[in-house]
């Protein structure tokens, strides 16, 4: 029997379809660091960051691009993972902060990989210029290249309230030069940022839409332990938006609204992210597994034959 179609456009049927095969990313730790850390930008961080989060154990043990690859490989063939197609996925810090010859060495170690077809960039708006991008486009001559930008808002005064130390006009620049250039572009969104309500983050989607993203990933606001919103989050709870017991039920609603008003082109990624647990204060989803979250979004829209992209006014 036939797979009933998904109401919203997925990413990885969307990915499958561009590269000819099933893909899987696999995550790299290039060491780079945030300027938003370092001075750079900034100090402190984003106040919602916990660094160690995001890379999975085969980056933290291992020290060149070539061993995480192996080892991510040995990770997923081992859990009966196949693949047609793997994607070096440089996930951790900021992997445009360096100079362009340092850029250049761990974005060919990767791609000179038997394995490797591809890199995604994962980055800040404010930390791409043209020397970088013409770098990339150049790789994109052989090979996948595509970059993710990590927005998290559209309010100027959200990013401010949480250090993030770009403003969103940045975001908007850096998605149209790299656009300009033939390279894809993903961004993510953090939904549930403080003093963000509801009604901001629809309003949002306007602003969103007008990026012509090629994908975008979507995630609740988790509370690390021992950051600065986790001390937010403890003297002030009244200004986060999934902190009542019927959060689940909230949020999957919310996703369903965005997805509705959302452009149909705009891949979906993601809709949760995940963390281990001894590392969180709060999550709004508690331990709800990513597919079952994902089956309720489904099930919702499919209920109410609700699609991706039927609310979309290309003319705002």
Partial sequence: MPQEPLPYNDYGSALRHRLGGRVQKLAI????GCPNRDGTVAYGGCTFCCG???????CREAKSITEQIDRALAFHHNRGRKSDIYIAYFQAGTNTHASIERLEQLYCEALTHPQ???????????????????LLANLRQRYYVAVEYGIESVYDSTLRHVNRG???ADAVAAVADTKALGIDVGAHFILGL????RDDIIAGIDSINTLG???????QLQIYRHTAIAREWCEHPEDFLFGAPDAVERYVALIVDILRRLRPDTAIERFTSEAPRHMLLHSPLGGLRPDMLRNAI????????????ELY????
């Fill in 29 to 32: 730790d290039a060491g780079l």
């Fill in 116 to 134: 490797i077809s591809g890199i995604i960039i994962g980055t800040r708006p404010d930390c791409i210029d043209s020397e970088k991008l013409q």
């Fill in 166 to 168: 770009h403003t969103f």
């Fill in 194 to 197: 403080p003093a963000e309500s």
């Fill in 213 to 219: 993203l090629n994908a975008i990933k979507l995630h």
């Fill in 313 to 316: 006014n290309a003319e705002k």
């Fill in 52 to 58: 160690e989060a995001f890379s999975p154990a085969y």
């Fill in 298 to 309: 489904v099930q919702q829209m499919n209920t109410h034959g609700y699609r991706q992209g």
